[in-house]
Nanobody, 115 residues
Framework: QVQLVESGGGLVQPGGSLRLSCVASGTIFGINVMGWYRQAPGKQRDLVATMSTGGTIDYADSVKGRFAISRDNAENTLYLQMDSLKPEDTAAYYC?????????WGQGTQVTVSS
């Protein structure tokens, strides 16, 4: 079993920055993919970015050039640096870990971009 705990969300003005963190604990394999998804009210949950233990990264087109995903494999921690935030980035952000056939989700952290 794996537990994921996100932190770092909050209220920020347009153009501002936030850094999200996700700490994974439990039985974690040496090879896995961690990522961030987001869900705005009334909308589906969408991919933001993923990163494998080997360093392969994938971004949604809407965040390319503004967001940067990174991870510390030794600490089982995932980060998302979000710059140049826009009101449309407002959503609950969820951390996910995929290993083998299993996918685990965190409880989410709210990001609100508003003036």
């Amino acid at each position: 079993q794996v537990q994921l705990v996100e932190s770092g969300g909050g209220l920020v003005q347009p153009g501002g920055s936030l850094r999200l963190s996700c700490v994974a604990s439990g039985t974690i394999f040496g090879i896995n993919v961690m990522g961030w998804y987001r869900q705005a009210p009334g909308k589906q949950r969408d991919l933001v970015a993923t990163m494998s233990t080997g360093g392969t990264i994938d971004y949604a087109d809407s965040v390319k050039g503004r967001f940067a995903i990174s991870r510390d494999n030794a600490e089982n921690t995932l980060y998302l640096q979000m710059d140049s935030l826009k009101p449309e980035d407002t959503a609950a952000y969820y951390c996910t870990l995929r290993q083998g056939l299993n996918v685990y989700w965190g409880q989410g952290t709210q990001v609100t971009v508003s003036s």
